[in-house]
């Protein structure tokens, strides 16, 4: 079973010390990709379904992944999850193909519709159309990617005219969330699922799933303590890749991080 390790964006690990500390522990440990969160800004006071008080330290998952690119060299860098429609999809994919050169091509992109209102207020996007948002600017990213000619016109971004480079070689594109639109939108527009989830929770999501085509992966946060019977229960799933978040699980990062390499591989 493949693993990895999300969420090291947030408090005290945001560090740069730490992230270059634990990035590199969990290289050679054996994990296969490391997962940033995002969130621009956070509702203050708190209020549900916010999952953090708003004095929370979160680096931007970009920025962070720049930053573990440049201590590692093998472990896989993935946004987990870029909430999309608050992003400029020009920019974004710059971004994007930028992060791809300079890791090698160990860069995934997960994308995300969103489910903060006071989130989206705050950046100018309608909490209404993000749905809509998330696929046309996932449709315009992949014309500057991979058009000979790159040009889009919709609802909320339109070009034509331009190109950009670098080119990214690698990328791969994985849609979370668990509405049916999220479903939808990783089969059509994406290379893989990024769930959250009990085996029992992720059994009903997967029992919802469309069919899913060759190569599609899915890549599953996993919410409860990882054993070999627990390990084995969501590879019968159909789960490819299991994702750690240290903080929910007893002991330090460190600990979490070497008790969960035995299933690494």
């Known amino acids: 079973m493949d693993i990895g390790v999300q969420g090291l964006n947030i408090g005290?690990?945001?560090?740069?010390?730490?992230?270059?500390?634990?990035?590199?522990?969990?290289?050679s440990l054996g994990y296969r990709s490391w997962w940033a969160s995002d969130?621009?800004?956070?509702?203050?006071?708190?209020?549900?379904?916010?999952?953090?008080?708003?004095?929370?330290?979160?680096?931007?998952?970009?920025?962070?992944?720049?930053?573990?690119?440049?201590?590692?060299?093998?472990?896989?860098?993935?946004?987990?999850i870029v909430?999309?429609?608050?992003?400029?999809?020009?920019?974004?994919?710059?971004?994007?193909?930028?992060l791809d050169l300079?890791?090698?091509g160990r860069f995934t992109l997960g994308v995300g519709a969103g489910y903060l209102e006071p989130e989206m207020a705050a950046v100018g996007v309608p909490f209404d159309d993000r749905g809509k948002r998330t696929d046309e600017y996932l449709d315009a990213m992949d014309q500057l990617w991979?058009?000979?000619e790159p040009s889009f016109?919709?609802?909320?971004?339109?070009?034509?005219?331009?190109?950009?480079?670098p080119r990214p070689?690698?990328?791969?594109?994985?849609?979370?969330?668990?509405?049916?639109?999220?479903?939808?939108?990783?089969?059509?527009?994406?290379?893989?699922?990024?769930?959250?989830?009990?085996?029992d929770e992720i059994?009903?999501?997967?029992?919802?799933?469309?069919?899913?085509?060759?190569?599609?992966?899915?890549?599953?946060?996993?919410?409860?303590?990882?054993?070999?019977?627990v390990v084995r229960e969501y590879e019968d799933l159909g789960v490819d890749e299991l994702v750690i978040y240290p903080p929910i699980f007893d002991g330090t990062v460190d600990e979490v991080l070497r008790r969960n390499a035995e299933f690494t591989g």
Not at 12 to 27: C, H, K, Q, S
Not at 153 to 165: M, Y
């Open 153 to 165: 016109s919709g609802q909320f971004v339109s070009f034509s005219g331009v190109d950009a480079h």
């Open 39 to 80: 969130h621009v800004v956070l509702p203050s006071p708190r209020v549900d379904p916010s999952p953090s008080e708003p004095d929370t330290v979160i680096v931007d998952p970009l920025a962070h992944l720049g930053y573990v690119a440049a201590v590692t060299s093998t472990i896989e860098l993935a946004t987990g």
């Open 203 to 229: 059994r009903g999501h997967l029992a919802r799933f469309p069919a899913r085509p060759d190569g599609f992966r899915i890549s599953v946060s996993a919410q409860v303590p990882l054993t070999a019977a």
């Open 12 to 27: 005290d690990t945001a560090r740069p010390d730490e992230t270059r500390r634990l990035a590199r522990l969990a290289e």
């Open 102 to 104: 300079l890791s090698g």
């Open 146 to 148: 991979h058009a000979p």
């Open 169 to 199: 070689s690698n990328v791969r594109v994985v849609v979370g969330g668990h509405s049916p639109s999220a479903f939808r939108r990783a089969v059509t527009r994406a290379q893989g699922w990024f769930g959250i989830g009990t085996p």
């Open 83 to 98: 909430i999309l429609p608050q992003r400029n999809p020009v920019v974004l994919a710059k971004q994007v193909a930028s």
